[in-house]
C-alpha cells in the first residue's frame, strides 16, 4: 500500500514537472480572463454614452420648446404641441410621442409646492396612462414643467445596464425638467 502511494506521488510529481514546462495555451487564458472585462466596460461606455446623449437632448428639446412656451409665440399651446415640439428637436429619443410623459403647472408663490419627487412616467404594461396636469397658467405665474422619458437599456445583463433603476417592464427613466415664468403680454 505504502509502495503504491509513493508510485502515485512519483508519477504526479513527474506529470507535473512536464505540465509546469509546457507554455502552450497560455495567451489562450489570458484572453479568457481579460476578454470580459474590457467586454464590459466597452458595453457600460456604450450605455453610458447614448443615455448622456439622449438625456442632453431631452433637456434640449425641453428648454427650447419651453422658451417658445415663456414667450407666448404659441397661441393656446396644447400637451400635444409642446410634446410634438419637444420630440422634432429630441431627435434622438426613438418613439418619443410614445414614451415622454409631459407635467406642466403654475407654482403658487404663497405655499410653493412644487410636483413630487417622482415623476409620473408613460406605463408600457398598463392599457391607460397616468393623467398628469397640463395647465399653461396665465401671464406673470410661475410655471414647473418636468418631461419623462423611457428607455430600455441597450445591454440590460451587463455593466450600467444591470445597475439601471429600472420599471417593471425593465426600462429606466430620464427626467429633465424647467421653471419659468409666463411674460406679460
Known amino acids: ?23 502552450s495555451g497560455t495567451a489562450t487564458l489570458e484572453f479568457v480572463i481579460i476578454v470580459p472585462v474590457f467586454l464590459t466596460i466597452f458595453m457600460s461606455a456604450f450605455e453610458a454614452g447614448l443615455l448622456m446623449t439622449r438625456q442632453v437632448m431631452l433637456e434640449r428639446g425641453m428648454d427650447m420648446s419651453i422658451r417658445n412656451l415663456r414667450l407666448g409665440s404659441w397661441t393656446d399651446p396644447t400637451h400635444d404641441m409642446l410634446k410634438t415640439e ?6 434622438i429619443i426613438p418613439d418619443c410621442m410614445d414614451t415622454v410623459m409631459l407635467e406642466l403647472r403654475p ?4 405655499t410653493w409646492n412644487f410636483l413630487s419627487a417622482d ?7 398598463e392599457p391607460i396612462q397616468p393623467v398628469t396636469e397640463f395647465n ?12 419623462c ?7 440590460p445583463m451587463t455593466g450600467l445596464g444591470l445597475n439601471l433603476p429600472t ?14 415664468v409666463n411674460e406679460p403680454d
Do not use: Q
Open 1 to 23: 500500500m505504502i509502495a503504491l502511494s509513493k508510485a502515485i506521488a512519483a508519477r504526479m510529481r513527474l506529470a507535473a514537472r512536464r505540465i509546469s514546462g509546457d507554455e
Open 136 to 147: 399653461v397658467g396665465i401671464e406673470n405665474e410661475m410655471m414647473l414643467v418636468r418631461a
Open 119 to 125: 415623476a409620473t412616467c408613460v406605463e408600457r404594461d
Open 149 to 155: 422619458a423611457i428607455f430600455d437599456p441597450i445591454f
Open 107 to 110: 407654482i403658487s408663490t404663497t
Open 167 to 180: 420599471d417593471s417592464g425593465g426600462a429606466y427613466a430620464l427626467i429633465a425638467s424647467s421653471a419659468f
Open 86 to 91: 419637444i420630440c422634432r428637436i429630441a431627435a
